[in-house]
């Protein structure tokens, strides 16, 4: 076996974020590769009887079957849990899968969860449809308002469940508050990282006790394929997670997970970078457009928040424009450069127009309780050159008329 140190922890946590992203987790075969391996197999095999035996009982550790582990999911399992400052962590095959397991895995007929409601689409979904089904009730609140949390705490609320900064309208969380107060009442709070990563944001840092992520945004960060993560203790997650996980399914492919494992060494670079892009455009839209909601901005209205638990603004934002949804396609159409997509996170400059696409399947009432309006854009700035961004968007405004 040739020298690596990427899978020891005594030696891993001493490393700082930047290195624990290239190095941590990392697995070497005995051909001593430099970049890591694909082990695309399915089953292992063993030199002897007792070896399966004492693998199946807990004794040993060692691969058993790919449903349960595989090296490179590993690789990347390990190296997401040292960036994230966390004890443990599992990874699925989206970030969907990620929130439906974070959730089943806790939560048992008769409980209930607080979920801010300026939630993902399909993360609601599972909060208002599936759930219910199971006799799990959720109650939305405006995540925002401290008062609100504590009002829907019931003696049987076990989660609060919540994103920061929240898709499209980009309302922050006050992490240390909501999570503390969880903490107060025997409540696991978990928060989805997906918009802003551990290269940007750190929950665990500021209280929470989950951290769930849709890696396939900034995480992969060049739109190629789908995984999900969770992050937390241990104890959460081998006595919880692994054993919803392992027997229910929602395993990553060792290539994706291979993808997104040499995506994290270039997450800190990109993410800094697309943030500043990010703060370029957005201060050249807030010139020429009547609102933006944007946290790296003085005008949005908790930036002390995002000063305070942010390490950076992300790339993502929004912006209204007058004139409603004709308006907002015609800028869409207008665009040269940048895609019309309602993916994010990408290295490619992305726009969508939220109530059309993302958030179409809500009711209207609930969009606009959301602050989700008709003349709302949302954009993930990526790695152009942000003047570039800036001529395409200001082209765009203009052929609209604005
Ligand atoms: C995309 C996204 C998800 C879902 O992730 P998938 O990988 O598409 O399943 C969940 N939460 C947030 C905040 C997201 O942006």
Known sequence: MKKNTGQNRSITTKWRPAT??????TWRSEQGETSEAIFLTSGYSYDDAATPAARFAGEEPGMTYSRTQNPSVQMLEERIALMEGAEACRVQASGMAAMTAAMLCQLSAGDHLVVAQAAFGPTRWVTDN????????ATPV???DLDAWKAAIRPNTKMFFFETPANPTMDI????AVCALAREHGIRSVVDNAFATSALQRPLEFGADVVAYS???LMDGQGRVLAGAVCGSADFINNHLLPFQRNTGPTLSPFSAWVVLKGLETLDLRANRQADNA?????FLETRVPRILHPGLPSHPQFALVQKQMIKPGSIFSFEIDGGREAAHAILDAL?????SNNIGDSKTLMTHPASTTHSSLAAETRAAMGVTEGMLRISVGLEDPQDLIDDLDQALRKAGL
Do not use: M, N, Q, S
Request: charged content about 35%; hydrophobic content about 45%.
């Open 20 to 25: 624990r992203a290239v190095r941590g987790g």
């Open 336 to 340: 040269e450069l940048i895609d019309i």
């Open 142 to 144: 405006d995540g925002r």
């Open 130 to 137: 599936l759930l219910p089904r199971f006799a799990i009730e």
């Open 173 to 176: 969380v006050d992490v240390a």
């Open 279 to 283: 703060l370029e455009v957005g201060r």
């Open 215 to 217: 890696a396939t945004k």
